[in-house]
């Protein structure tokens, strides 16, 4: 499991043991330059406490909330789109929403969004060796996705959409390990904003490797933002388990009734 607590061992705290802190950071001031737009680097989001609680609280979801795929295993709050892209209304649960979604406010993330938050969080857990494949998110969201890091270390690949070969059209190695165009490396909690025309006009994915390699100020592109430098000096970073929350606005939005009425035909 790395250092990632398991859901018994944790020190239990609740809510009411944080001082739920105000995020007072000029997003431009934790912009990656060396990215097109646009993407934004904090490496301090959420404390050691707070870490520690949102793991736990992962972790302890009944196991049918888990669904397992072949390179990771994903939550998914409120629920599962519709085939049509489409958000059944319900509340995200207090402990996705508690300690991130006023931060988020706090450094108006969401502004600009159709509801003004995010109202969708995938929740994503890599074991070392994991990772998920080169893809875009698509237009169910609005093209913006804060994501927050939890339990260790992971690069997040970014590709240019021409430079994914398709089975079959290029040399074996480019359909196995496509090359990333840039390397964003998201530290422990840390919180990455990605928009704008990275969102839509790139990929994105990670590598499915036990080690991330080539890691310093020439091959990361938001080194200049990271926290703590000094534990990739030899440029390398042995994997651990790291779980992802990524918080998104889907466009379309339905209250259940109105779903029920699609599903019977009326
Ligand atoms: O875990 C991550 O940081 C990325 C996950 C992702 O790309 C997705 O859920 O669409
Ligand atoms: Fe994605």
Not at 34 to 45: K, N, Q
Not at 145 to 170: M, N, R, W
Not at 200 to 205: E, I, P, V
Request: glycine letters at 6%.
């Amino acid at each position: 499991m790395g250092d990632v607590p398991s859901a018994s061992t944790s020190t239990l705290y609740t809510l009411q043991d944080f001082e739920l802190c105000a995020m007072a950071v000029d997003l431009e001031t934790v912009h990656v330059e060396a990215l097109p737009e646009g993407a934004f680097y904090i490496s301090d989001f959420v404390t050691e406490d707070e870490e520690d609680w949102l793991v736990n609280k992962v972790l302890s979801a009944p196991q049918p909330r888990w669904t397992q795929l072949s390179h990771r295993r994903l939550q998914t709050w409120p629920s599962p789109l519709t085939n049509n892209n489409t958000l059944i209304a319900f509340p995200l649960p207090l402990w996705l929403e508690s300690i991130i979604i006023p931060r988020l406010k706090d450094l108006g993330v969401f502004k600009d969004s159709p509801h003004q938050a995010p109202n969708h969080v995938l929740v994503n857990e890599y074991k070392p060796g994991q990772g998920i494949m080169p893809h875009e998110d698509g237009a169910a969201y609005y093209p913006l996705v804060a994501t927050v890091s939890l339990g260790a270390p992971i690069v997040f690949d970014i590709y240019e959409k021409h430079g994914i070969e398709g089975p079959g059209t290029g040399a074996a190695e480019t359909i196995r390990r496509p090359k990333p165009k840039y390397r964003i490396l998201q530290e422990r909690r840390s919180l990455l904003i990605t928009r704008d025309k990275l969102y839509t006009d790139f990929l994105h994915g990670i590598a499915e490797v036990t080690r991330d390699e080539d890691l310093g100020p020439d091959f990361v592109c938001n080194w200049n933002l990271l926290r703590e430098k000094a534990v990739y000096r030899g440029g390398w970073y042995e994997r651990q388990t790291r779980i992802s929350l990524t918080y998104r606005d889907v466009l379309h939005v339905t209250k259940m009734g109105n779903a029920m009425k699609f599903l019977g035909g009326r």
